[in-house]
């Protein structure tokens, strides 16, 4: 007979922690069946640092176990592991020595479980596989790369298919449908859907075709309202024809049509057509009801928007659906997708307005131009209301037309970028904006500016101009903007200099060694208990991959992670690395938005004591792979050569 | 043999009562403790079948429901599964002497059926192990016997304890408190399983 009773006791204690506070009770038992319970008094150790890995890893159930490292000859106490914390795994996933010492500081008790388990847990539960991965991505060995990714891009998938994947969830229509005859009196028809509690009646023939539909608004607009005599016929005040789908018809595409016609109904016939009968019926109140704010509906909302309140309200909602998502762990790529589609959409809108505004004063663009999306905007990976970001480029105009031209569109930019302060995007507070004249230019002049600061990047470091590398179209006549781009290549390939600058500006913020409890510690000794999340973590992955793609000829307009993909294909001796990166930025993306929704700030300083331990685990491993990717452009680029 | 090497089951028997000659076995659950870490892919539990059981007590004590009672193995062949399960390791439990006697007590029947197994009390060891070294670890009045009851050791050595009251609970709880004291005696000086039976 099993010890079940015994099992499930250790099974239950084990569940009140990440990851195993996800798993099936089936699997969790497995799990725990498989537990040894190590006592450990004060100051015993578990393993030394430079030992080779045990086939074990460790879940502290209660006590504390101090992690320390020797550091030129120091002691240096790194993390403490208490309730909960799990250590151990990550030199046993990169089948390598302890890189610390795990002593327990006080009487503590350890569940010990052996490495078959984790490996089953990464192969067999996707949720789980992220919590390891994502959080000890920086120790995987390559062996087990292509593991780890496949299982963090099935859990994505599978987080899509949950969260977000209205594209392929089909509509679930109310079967039992109530119907009546074009000759029934309205009286009748009106007893039925109050007996029924219905809000429609649907109108069909003798073979349940539908002809016309009712609803409790026609009732009350052309009965009530019109004083017509209940005794007439349905027929007369019935809607036709009325739209018909099949029951496989997906909710996204019923959105559209929502949006698109302004219908509320939808009957489901047997084929789809009104030649076949009735087997159901959708409402617009349903369709909405299983979807509550969706992405497709806030950005259909948005190209319809005649007001900057109503652009407000409308980003405001994005960030609700921002904060729910995040919830509920869906993939980054996808957050940062629907959001910058979001965003790019209220700037269009917001261009679209205003020169709707300035053609009422008879004022036309006098040559093409293009908006350009700046910094993280322009790496579409502004998933908070931060600074604004942007810049105008317009083609040359003739000699005589010059001066109408500059003035016209700084117009242009100063409405633009007013409506997008109203939608809650603040102004930067460096100016650098389409409603500056500096940077509101014709393209010739944006060259010579590109050419300036990579013939002379000194300045350009002091003016952090760098995040004019990040444009990216969002608006008009994106020629403009490949044509800029272009030159941008051109000149940095004939002065590699430049390259040197650049990634020398990305190795300036080293990470802090690490953290504990609230405290981050630096290399220096010191402690500090907020964490500059954006400088010493994000800046530094994000400049050493726009340094990369420079480098390498990557003309994309994409996002940090994607740069870093990019880059994991096109230079071998990358790949590792930089797959790291991806991982790390986006992992650094989604506790700054977290950060940010919960306070109301830009997300930018991290208070460490109110992440949870697997956030603070999780931030700590990225350290390494920000540390990593410093030291590989310092050698690549011969960075302390300079210094 | 060194302490860190040798099995020890730590088992707990749950019966209608206290007294011997009157009351059943209900059931038994033990867990291999082996290089002092507690294992649960180590573990034994059964359930006895009792069609006869009156002791309405039992069941307010164990919390045990009826319907219980009406599943599981016979009482003798629960024990020679556990005994099996036991093979030669050293045996622990809290009282050990009274366990020690429901088993020998369910095994009677069957000539040359023994529980030869070298025996540790977990009481006994805590007050041995706290009174000083040389301790015959005999109980020296009411007093003392109550400080050496499993409830009051589970809360002085601060062991979770969630599902007291059942076999498997006090067995996991009474494995959990021979661990802490294996780590004690080692303090003591006590390295090998003689040092730890000798009296």
Known sequence: MSSDSMILTVASRLGRHPPFDRLEPELLERVARRVRIRYLERDEVVFEQGQAAKPEFYVVIKGEVAVSQQVDGQTLLVDVCDDGDIFGVRALLAERRYAARTQAKDDTLLYVLPKETLEELMRDEPRVAMFFAAGFAADLPPRLDANRLEAVRAARLHERANSAGDDVRRVDPVRDVLTCKADTTIRVAAQLMSQRNVGSILVVDDERRPIGIVTDSDLRKKVVGQARDVSGLISDIMSAPVLTIDDQTTVSSLIATVMKKHVHHFAVTEDGTPSTPVIGIVSEHDILKTQGSHPTVILSEIGRAKTKERLRALRDQAEDLLRRYLEEEVGMGFLSNMITEINDNLIHRAIHLSLQELAEQGMKPPSSFCWLALGSEGREEQLLRTDQDNAIVYSDPDEDEAEQARAFFVELGERVVDVLVEAGFARCPGDVMASNPKWNQPLSTWKRYFSDWIREPEKMAVMHTNIFFDLRPVHGDESLAHALKEHIFERIKTDRAFLTFFAQNATQNPPPLSFFRNMIVESSGEHRDAFDIKARAMMPLADAARVLIYDLGINIYGSTAERWHRIARADETLTRLSEEAAMAYEILMRIRAMEGLTRGTSGRYVHIKELNKLERQTLRNTFSVVKDVQLMLTSRYRIDFLR | ?199
Request: charged content about 25%; proline content about 3%; glycine content about 10%.
């Open chain 2, 1 to 199: 043999m060194p302490l860190r090497e040798a099995r020890f089951v730590v088992f707990d028997t749950e019966t209608t009562g206290l007294d011997l000659t009157k009351n059943r076995l209900l059931s038994i659950a033990g867990v291999g403790v082996t290089g002092l870490e507690v294992h649960l892919d180590d573990a034994f539990e059964a359930l006895v079948l009792q069609t006869d059981v009156g002791g309405a007590d039992a069941a307010v004590i164990h919390g045990m429901v009826s319907s219980d009672l009406g599943s599981g193995l016979p009482e003798d062949e629960a024990v020679a599964r556990f005994l099996a399960f036991a093979g030669d390791s050293i045996l622990v439990a809290h009282h050990a002497a009274f366990d020690v006697r429901m088993l020998r007590k369910a095994i009677a029947p069957h000539r040359g059926a023994r529980v030869w197994n070298p025996t540790i009390d977990t009481a006994q060891l805590a007050q041995r192990l706290e009174d000083g070294a040389m301790s015959s670890g005999r109980a020296e009045g009411a007093g003392s016997r109550e400080a050496y009851q499993l409830d009051n050791l589970v809360a002085r050595y601060d062991i979770e304890a969630p599902e007291r009251h059942t076999a498997a609970g006090d067995a996991l709880a009474t494995a959990l408190l021979f661990q802490k004291l294996l780590k004690k005696a080692e303090r003591r000086g006590i390295h090998t399983v003689g040092q730890l039976l000798a009296r």
